[in-house]
């Protein structure tokens, strides 16, 4: 019996054969390490996608003190939970300062920017509407 080879996909790094079955389980410490040793880590961030489902998704994203993501915003409903480290998020007019242990949740759509204020780790989870999926950085206002 043959197995089709995977496809190449257009991302940094491969991912593994599925992000989206019906069981997967991930070491976070594990998961930020091999983040931390990659050459991208160089550039003061680095990320994976854990989960990627058309309506859910989990990314891992870590970041050097005073590194910075601008404004954005999303169609989906997200979380911001902080691993380690803190993080200054500015959303709505308001500004949270959020340690390790801090979870942040935002409406969709809601405009927010990010900067590590020390080295830290933040787990990012999107939940998008039935069948209006949009990828990230592509949401219309």
């Known amino acids: ?37 990659e050459t991208t880590w160089t550039t003061g961030q680095n990320a994976r996608t854990l989960l990627k489902y058309d309506d859910f998704r989990v990314v891992l994203t870590v970041l050097k003190a005073r590194a910075r993501m601008p404004e954005h915003k999303t169609d989906g409903r997200l979380s911001i939970h902080v691993l380690s480290g803190h993080i200054r998020l500015t959303a ?31 787990l990012l989870t999107i939940a998008w509407p039935e069948k209006t999926h949009k990828p990230l950085g592509n949401a219309e206002p």
């Open 92 to 122: 709505l007019g308001r500004t949270f300062d959020l340690r390790a242990g801090s979870l942040l949740a935002l409406d969709r759509r809601a405009p927010h920017d990010l900067e590590a204020l020390q080295e830290s780790a933040v």
């Open 1 to 37: 019996m043959s197995e089709t080879p995977p496809r190449k996909s257009a991302h940094r790094r491969p991912h593994a054969p599925s992000l989206a079955s019906p069981f997967l389980e991930f070491d976070l410490a594990a998961e930020v390490d091999r983040l931390h040793r």
